[in-house]
């Protein structure tokens, strides 16, 4: 109903017919980044207002509400403060890598948006191990994070930057397996096929409880992997005053915050992909007129509402716990989540084998 | 008997999971409950409120000279309240005039506050035995000059009801 | 000279020194831990203190009595109003005079309030170590309760100067016992929210149990006192050990764990704001009539030395003053409770983790003024 392929394919193809194809092709990359750009840059900034106003209502705060009504503008005035705010260097650091360090970061994290599918066609490229490419980019921003800690020439930064690459390498293995769940179930790792499994039911229904751990598994490892808390030890406030990114200022300090809110976004977006459907609108059962109404609300709004969802839940999470300490971190990766997601495969395949999967 | 043990070894990992668990769900459950049903706020809009903003009777402000309609206030010179502070933060400066009868009487001449040195202990209020003294609603203190903090709290032109010109 | 480990050659090269403070998050003031490291572990701390000292007890000598007041506010400024207790009661023993009852009623439920809204803003800063933002706000909501009704009495909300020697500065306002049993009934609503959040939490749980274990012998070699001393099962507490004011018309229990670990302390924290509750609720309905302020020619100390101590939020807080017999002491000594618990932290956080040294100097529960003066 809803398909976005004829209106990207009329593009390419007026675009193909007016330009050489290489011309044609580097305007049509051209667009598509500034589009992504553009939808980071917002996603990013309206994340860090919802976080925001969503923490402030748990805390029976009232939450930004100066700059625009309800503060709406509050995030786009932050950011212009930090572009105006002076950018510290440092003595005895190394400055190429302390420089680069913040773009490795987001870069990895706008490379990672780039596979997501918004909806039917509205996707930048759909690659055959679109899970994979999702798994390798998300972890190339640990490496940003151990640049910026080793370069910033502070002890805080490196124990920090230290602390994030031992979580992100071990919560990177309980990623991944709460995934192949889902690979498993669906058979592809094409993020259009594996949506294209869920028409008849989301994965977190169809693929009865195991598909439900790894649901959460998923979510507990994917808030780790985004250092959030209760897994904020890269940064640790109270301990490490900001850990990693405690030497930085200004827009580089900016380009990590921004980061970690569209890393969150990114695992939110994979979680409702794989999990919750992606862009499907949620039916039930046979009742033909109900979908049929839930079929008129666009793709790209479900897509939103059930990543907001996600997020939500992860907000939830780290405006509720206290930190964890690093050796429970990883204890509860390797004693707990790890054995429960093997096991867990294990038996989702064994589902698959007999297809006692709805 | 060591199978038995490994059982209950597993029985024991599965419930440290299920009560972490739940222990986990209850907090969430507060934060939750306010998100749904907001909480009391205790945040002041303050400059907004400004109007309807109103302190405590009691509340301690910046030291204020009563005035009556007649703009007289009934500071009698004693120093009294200079002597009682702690910081230094009064002072009391009088002149000498010939009074009616022919004697010489002292009348204040400036009563000098200085705000900042002052602690709020409030003891020079209750130390004026004619009741001269209060301290006043006003909170905002912030100036950009650090001399506006001093002030002088007789009004010009005030006369003294206590001792009489 | 102070020995720093600055000064020591560090012989493992894998160790190296960490300065949290004394601008950090952690140390709620310009306190300065030494730390040295091995990886994620602490080999050894060296607190240093100095960095507020603005020299009370020197100034207290050119002051009189009721003047001297204001500053002993600024020691402990989260238990303002025992301070001034401590030292009014003091004077009064030396000059041999009693309060009416009523001005001892009134004092201590202000002492009990004090102590609640210090365990408040304890709780609140102890969640936040741990990484546990909420808590913050959810203690400061309920702390908002007690300061309005020290402003609606005192004028002031942190730092009042209201306990004078010979009585009080002025007597209670008309709304002050219904708002204090408004406020009891409110927070017997909100204390179990708080057991929700943070004390049943198993991450909470598991970073403070059995972390930074005080034993009973250390806590008294160190002089450790108030709920930290108490949370290793020394038995310490003032208020029942030399009652005073009007605690000894009151029923309460002295809140004992022996455990000795991070758990323990904050255990006896939380059951403490039910007892003062408890305390709260006995005294605020029997308030006698009395006089508020002794008539008092000159508020001057026989020659001699006196000695009182009161239990603060934070532990016994002693007052000694040497008077020549003049209208401002000779010399003035305060025996602070965070200066003893502060220097126990190398001895229970030495080999535990970077993380546990917050949790643990959290529990401590430290005011930095107060150890500096």
Same mark, same amino acid.
């Given at each position: 109903m809803y398909d976005f392929t004829p209106m990207i394919d009329s593009i390419t193809g007026y675009l193909n017919g007016v330009f050489t194809p290489f011309w044609a092709g580097l305007i049509s990359m051209v667009m598509l980044g500034v589009v992504l750009l553009t939808v980071y840059a917002v996603l990013g900034l309206y994340l860090v207002f919802a976080e925001r106003k969503i923490c402030a209502r748990m805390q029976n705060r009232l939450g930004p509400n100066r700059v625009g009504p309800f503060g709406l503008f509050q995030t786009i005035a932050d950011l212009i403060k930090l572009l105006l705010k002076e950018l510290i260097f440092i003595k005895n650091a190394d400055n190429f890598l302390f420089n680069i360090a913040p773009f490795i970061v987001i870069i990895a994290s706008i490379m990672a948006i780039g596979?997501?599918?918004?909806?039917?066609?509205?996707?930048?490229i759909d690659l055959n191990i679109g899970v994979l490419y999702i798994l390798a980019i998300s972890s190339m921003g640990v490496i940003g994070i151990l640049i910026a800690g080793w370069a910033s020439n502070s002890k805080y930064s490196v124990i920090g930057a230290m602390r994030s690459g031992a979580q992100v390498i071990s919560y990177e293995l309980s990623v991944g397996l709460a995934l192949l769940c889902i690979i498993v179930y669906a058979g592809s790792m094409q993020f259009s096929e594996i949506i294209a499994s869920q028409e008849d039911g989301w994965w977190i229904f169809k693929g009865h409880i195991p598909a439900f751990i790894a649901f959460v598994i998923y979510l507990i490892a994917g808030t780790a992997e985004t250092n959030r808390g209760p897994f904020d030890l890269a940064e640790a406030e109270s301990e490490l005053t900001a850990g990693f990114h405690t030497e930085y200022s200004g827009i580089k300090f900016a380009f990590f915050f921004l980061a970690e809110y569209m890393n969150m976004f990114v695992i939110a977006a994979i979680a409702t992909t794989l999990f919750l459907g992606g862009w499907l609108p949620f039916h039930l059962f046979q009742w033909a007129g109900f979908n049929h109404v839930m079929d008129y609300i666009p793709p790209v709004f479900w897509f939103f509402a059930k990543t907001a969802f996600v997020i939500y839940l992860m907000m939830w999470f780290k405006w509720t716990f206290p930190r964890l300490r690093i050796d429970q971190l990883l204890a509860l990766e390797w004693k707990y989540l790890l054995p429960i997601n093997l096991i867990n495969l294990i038996l989702i395949s064994f589902l698959t084998l007999m297809q006692w999967h709805f | 008997m060591a199978l038995l043990k490994t059982i209950k070894e597993v029985g024991n990992y599965f419930n440290e999971i299920y009560d972490g668990v739940a222990s986990l769900v209850r907090g969430m459950k507060v934060t939750g409950g306010y998100f749904i049903k907001r909480g009391q706020i205790v945040t002041q809009k303050y400059p907004e409120n400004r109007a309807t903003l109103k302190m405590f009777d009691n509340f301690k402000g910046e030291l204020q000279l009563i005035h009556d309609e007649n703009n007289q206030?009934?500071?009698?010179?004693?120093n009294t309240c200079a002597r009682k502070c702690p910081n230094g933060s009064i002072e009391v400066i009088y002149k000498k005039v010939e009074g009616a009868d022919g004697r010489s009487k002292k009348i204040l001449d400036k009563y000098i506050y200085h705000l900042e040195t002052c602690s709020f202990c409030g003891l020079c209020v209750p130390a004026c035995d004619e009741h001269a003294l209060r301290f006043d609603q006003e909170f905002e203190h912030a100036v950009f000059d650090k001399s506006k903090l001093t002030k002088v709290l007789n009004k010009p032109g005030s006369t003294c009801k206590v001792v009489k010109e | 000279m102070e020995e720093t480990? &600055?000064?020591?050659?560090?012989?493992?090269?894998?160790e190296y020194i960490v300065n &949290?403070?004394?601008?950090?998050?952690?140390?709620?003031?310009v306190l300065r831990f030494e730390t040295c490291l091995q990886g994620e572990k602490v080999k050894y701390i060296i607190p240093h203190c100095g960095y507020i000292h603005r020299g009370i007890e020197k100034m207290c000598e050119k002051l009189t009595y009721p003047q001297l007041l204001h500053l002993t506010d600024r020691m402990d400024y989260l238990s303002a109003h025992i301070n001034n207790e401590a030292v009014s009661l003091c004077v009064e023993n030396a000059m041999g005079i009693e309060v009416s009852d009523r001005v001892k009623y009134i004092r201590t439920i202000f002492a009990e309030l004090t102590r609640i809204a210090s365990h408040q803003l304890w709780w609140s800063a102890f969640g936040m170590d741990l990484g546990a933002l909420t808590t913050f706000f959810y203690g400061l909501r309920d702390r908002e309760k007690i300061l309005d009704i020290f402003e609606e009495t005192t004028g002031t909300r942190l730092i009042q100067s209201f306990i004078t020697p010979g009585g009080l500065m002025a007597d209670v306002h008309p709304n002050f016992q219904r708002r204090i049993k408004e406020f009891i009934t409110y927070f017997r609503k909100k204390l179990p929210e708080y057991d929700q959040l943070l004390t049943g939490n198993i991450i909470f749980r598991e970073r403070t149990k059995g972390i930074g274990v005080m034993s009973k012998e250390l806590a008294i070699d160190y002089g450790v006192t108030g709920p930290s001393g108490r949370g290793s099962g020394f038995h310490c507490d003032i208020r029942k050990i030399a009652p005073y004011s009007a605690y000894p018309f009151v029923k309460f229990n002295e809140i004992i764990f022996p455990e000795g670990d991070t758990y323990a302390r904050y255990l006896v924290r939380m059951k403490e704001m039910w007892e003062s509750l408890n305390v709260l609720e006995q005294l605020v309905d029997n308030i006698p009539q009395g006089q508020i302020m002794l008539e008092l020619k000159a508020i001057k100390a026989p020659k001699g030395e006196y000695y009182q101590r009161v239990e603060t939020a934070r532990g016994e807080l002693g007052v000694y003053i040497v008077s020549?017999?003049?209208?401002?002491?000779a010399r003035m000594k305060f025996r602070t409770p965070n200066f003893s618990n502060l220097f126990i932290i190398n001895k229970i956080a030495s080999g535990h983790k970077i993380a546990d040294l917050v949790a643990i100097s959290g529990s401590l529960d430290l005011v930095i003024p107060d150890i500096d003066r």
């Amino acid at each position: 109903m809803y398909d976005f392929t004829p209106m990207i394919d009329s593009i390419t193809g007026y675009l193909n017919g007016v330009f050489t194809p290489f011309w044609a092709g580097l305007i049509s990359m051209v667009m598509l980044g500034v589009v992504l750009l553009t939808v980071y840059a917002v996603l990013g900034l309206y994340l860090v207002f919802a976080e925001r106003k969503i923490c402030a209502r748990m805390q029976n705060r009232l939450g930004p509400n100066r700059v625009g009504p309800f503060g709406l503008f509050q995030t786009i005035a932050d950011l212009i403060k930090l572009l105006l705010k002076e950018l510290i260097f440092i003595k005895n650091a190394d400055n190429f890598l302390f420089n680069i360090a913040p773009f490795i970061v987001i870069i990895a994290s706008i490379m990672a948006i780039g596979s997501i599918p918004f909806a039917k066609g509205l996707q930048a490229i759909d690659l055959n191990i679109g899970v994979l490419y999702i798994l390798a980019i998300s972890s190339m921003g640990v490496i940003g994070i151990l640049i910026a800690g080793w370069a910033s020439n502070s002890k805080y930064s490196v124990i920090g930057a230290m602390r994030s690459g031992a979580q992100v390498i071990s919560y990177e293995l309980s990623v991944g397996l709460a995934l192949l769940c889902i690979i498993v179930y669906a058979g592809s790792m094409q993020f259009s096929e594996i949506i294209a499994s869920q028409e008849d039911g989301w994965w977190i229904f169809k693929g009865h409880i195991p598909a439900f751990i790894a649901f959460v598994i998923y979510l507990i490892a994917g808030t780790a992997e985004t250092n959030r808390g209760p897994f904020d030890l890269a940064e640790a406030e109270s301990e490490l005053t900001a850990g990693f990114h405690t030497e930085y200022s200004g827009i580089k300090f900016a380009f990590f915050f921004l980061a970690e809110y569209m890393n969150m976004f990114v695992i939110a977006a994979i979680a409702t992909t794989l999990f919750l459907g992606g862009w499907l609108p949620f039916h039930l059962f046979q009742w033909a007129g109900f979908n049929h109404v839930m079929d008129y609300i666009p793709p790209v709004f479900w897509f939103f509402a059930k990543t907001a969802f996600v997020i939500y839940l992860m907000m939830w999470f780290k405006w509720t716990f206290p930190r964890l300490r690093i050796d429970q971190l990883l204890a509860l990766e390797w004693k707990y989540l790890l054995p429960i997601n093997l096991i867990n495969l294990i038996l989702i395949s064994f589902l698959t084998l007999m297809q006692w999967h709805f | 008997m060591a199978l038995l043990k490994t059982i209950k070894e597993v029985g024991n990992y599965f419930n440290e999971i299920y009560d972490g668990v739940a222990s986990l769900v209850r907090g969430m459950k507060v934060t939750g409950g306010y998100f749904i049903k907001r909480g009391q706020i205790v945040t002041q809009k303050y400059p907004e409120n400004r109007a309807t903003l109103k302190m405590f009777d009691n509340f301690k402000g910046e030291l204020q000279l009563i005035h009556d309609e007649n703009n007289q206030h009934s500071c009698n010179v004693c120093n009294t309240c200079a002597r009682k502070c702690p910081n230094g933060s009064i002072e009391v400066i009088y002149k000498k005039v010939e009074g009616a009868d022919g004697r010489s009487k002292k009348i204040l001449d400036k009563y000098i506050y200085h705000l900042e040195t002052c602690s709020f202990c409030g003891l020079c209020v209750p130390a004026c035995d004619e009741h001269a003294l209060r301290f006043d609603q006003e909170f905002e203190h912030a100036v950009f000059d650090k001399s506006k903090l001093t002030k002088v709290l007789n009004k010009p032109g005030s006369t003294c009801k206590v001792v009489k010109e | 000279m102070e020995e720093t480990l &600055m000064d020591i050659d560090l012989k493992d090269k894998e160790e190296y020194i960490v300065n &949290m403070g004394p601008q950090h998050p952690s140390t709620h003031g310009v306190l300065r831990f030494e730390t040295c490291l091995q990886g994620e572990k602490v080999k050894y701390i060296i607190p240093h203190c100095g960095y507020i000292h603005r020299g009370i007890e020197k100034m207290c000598e050119k002051l009189t009595y009721p003047q001297l007041l204001h500053l002993t506010d600024r020691m402990d400024y989260l238990s303002a109003h025992i301070n001034n207790e401590a030292v009014s009661l003091c004077v009064e023993n030396a000059m041999g005079i009693e309060v009416s009852d009523r001005v001892k009623y009134i004092r201590t439920i202000f002492a009990e309030l004090t102590r609640i809204a210090s365990h408040q803003l304890w709780w609140s800063a102890f969640g936040m170590d741990l990484g546990a933002l909420t808590t913050f706000f959810y203690g400061l909501r309920d702390r908002e309760k007690i300061l309005d009704i020290f402003e609606e009495t005192t004028g002031t909300r942190l730092i009042q100067s209201f306990i004078t020697p010979g009585g009080l500065m002025a007597d209670v306002h008309p709304n002050f016992q219904r708002r204090i049993k408004e406020f009891i009934t409110y927070f017997r609503k909100k204390l179990p929210e708080y057991d929700q959040l943070l004390t049943g939490n198993i991450i909470f749980r598991e970073r403070t149990k059995g972390i930074g274990v005080m034993s009973k012998e250390l806590a008294i070699d160190y002089g450790v006192t108030g709920p930290s001393g108490r949370g290793s099962g020394f038995h310490c507490d003032i208020r029942k050990i030399a009652p005073y004011s009007a605690y000894p018309f009151v029923k309460f229990n002295e809140i004992i764990f022996p455990e000795g670990d991070t758990y323990a302390r904050y255990l006896v924290r939380m059951k403490e704001m039910w007892e003062s509750l408890n305390v709260l609720e006995q005294l605020v309905d029997n308030i006698p009539q009395g006089q508020i302020m002794l008539e008092l020619k000159a508020i001057k100390a026989p020659k001699g030395e006196y000695y009182q101590r009161v239990e603060t939020a934070r532990g016994e807080l002693g007052v000694y003053i040497v008077s020549d017999g003049g209208p401002s002491p000779a010399r003035m000594k305060f025996r602070t409770p965070n200066f003893s618990n502060l220097f126990i932290i190398n001895k229970i956080a030495s080999g535990h983790k970077i993380a546990d040294l917050v949790a643990i100097s959290g529990s401590l529960d430290l005011v930095i003024p107060d150890i500096d003066r």
